[in-house]
């Protein structure tokens, strides 16, 4: 018999994905203070400057000027968070709470993916969205 203890595990594990720039949260907070195009706009160019800050593709779906377009930010961020999800030790299955804000941008994305993929006549990729939202936070993803 071994004198090693057995390590058991805690649960399933939770990433958390890192917080963003500072200079990349103000800035998009600044473009959010805008109203119409030039909203839509000024996000563009945060994200533009940052192409990994997850929020701000969330918010460029939101703001997209049709469904395609939403769908295709939507579908940035969530391949983005991904990555990113990767890099911060996820690997492939646990949590991934929407009660940590630093993980709200790639949620966000994943839902906004779903919508539009629904809005599309994507049933299968909607399907998978909404499974996978509920299997990263079974508590659920409030609605925006």
């Keep these: ?9 805690s649960g399933i594990p939770t990433t958390v994905l890192p917080a963003p720039d500072p200079g990349d949260a103000h800035r998009l907070a600044a473009a959010l203070e805008l109203e119409g195009d030039e909203r839509r706009t000024a996000v563009a160019a945060v994200v533009a400057s940052s192409p ?4 701000g593709w969330a918010e460029l779906g939101d703001l997209g000027r049709d469904t395609i377009e ?3 930010a939507y579908r ?14 996820w690997r492939g299955s646990g949590y991934v709470r929407w ?12 839902r906004g993916l779903g919508a539009m993929a629904a809005a599309i006549g994507e049933v299968d990729e909607a399907e998978r ?7 990263l936070d079974p508590s659920g993803i409030p609605d925006a």
């Design 129 to 135: 969205c909404e499974q996978f939202l509920l299997q």
């Design 99 to 110: 009660s940590e804000p630093t993980n709200h941008g790639f949620l966000r994305s994943l």
């Design 52 to 55: 990994r800050f997850l929020a």
């Design 70 to 72: 939403r769908y295709a």
């Design 76 to 89: 940035v961020g969530y391949h983005r968070g991904l990555d990113t999800l990767r890099a911060s030790g």
């Design 1 to 9: 018999m071994s004198d090693q203890p057995i390590q058991f595990s």
